[in-house]
T-cell receptor, first 113, second 114 residues
């Protein structure tokens, strides 16, 4: 079973700080990586996708990918209380000729005002 | 444009009853997916469909049946509900099945099996 692992948290950071969320994956052949945010009682919504090694920035969010270490992270700068949610890492892996998402169990982030 | 809708949003049923969860999309996305989300397990794929009349099993298909006669609809049926099927069910869509495709999620259905 190809796995995606995340620390369940909660990760608590003060307002205005940088939140760092981490994810490791087991399938070296994975090609696409996604971060979803899920508020309590709501559905997951895409924050960022990343496909190449390095950093990708979008506003206050930066995704970092290191395929050699099988590691993907999400940095949230200037964290706000509205960022408090569970963040799901998803990896698109090829299984039996089909690409399927494998989700981590999520990291719960709490931004303290 | 509602995108993805799921119905019902909440459902309480009893063990042994048949339950159908509906998923409808207005984007004409080729791929549709059913996931269940449980504490400690995250999102797990039940079934997916690449197009009308093409469906395949995911990680946890036992006890579920799907069909897709029209591109826009992808119902999920629990043939004989069990307590272990109490969960939150999410439908998702994607334009295609390639490596870089983004999945978009519906609002979810909370199912309680007594």
């Amino acid at each position: 079973q190809k796995e995606v692992e995340q620390n369940s948290g909660p990760l608590s950071v003060p307002e205005g700080a940088i939140a760092s969320l981490n994810c490791t994956y087991s399938d070296r052949g994975s090609q696409s990586f996604f971060w979803y945010r899920q508020y309590s009682g709501k559905s997951p919504e895409l924050i960022m996708s990343i496909y190449s090694n390095g950093d990708k920035e979008d506003g206050r969010f930066t995704a970092q990918l290191n395929k050699a270490s099988q590691y993907v992270s999400l940095l949230i700068r200037d964290s706000q209380p509205s960022d408090s949610a569970t963040y799901l890492c998803a990896v698109n892996s090829r299984t039996s000729g089909t690409y399927k998402y494998i989700f981590g169990t999520g990291t719960r982030l709490k931004v303290l005002a | 444009d509602a995108g993805i809708t799921q119905s019902p949003r909440y459902k309480i049923t009893e063990t042994g009853r048949q339950v159908t969860l509906m998923c409808h999309q207005t984007w004409s996305h080729s791929y549709m997916f059913w996931y269940r989300q449980d504490l400690g397990h995250g999102l797990r794929l039940i079934y997916y469909s690449a197009a009308a009349d093409i469906t395949d099993k995911g990680e946890v298909p036992d006890g579920y049946v799907v069909s897709r006669s029209k591109t826009e609809n992808f119902p999920l049926t629990l043939e004989s509900a069990t307590r272990s099927q109490t969960s939150v069910y999410f439908c998702a869509t994607a334009r295609g099945g390639g490596a870089g495709e983004t999945q978009y999620f519906g609002p979810g259905t909370r199912l309680l099996v007594l």
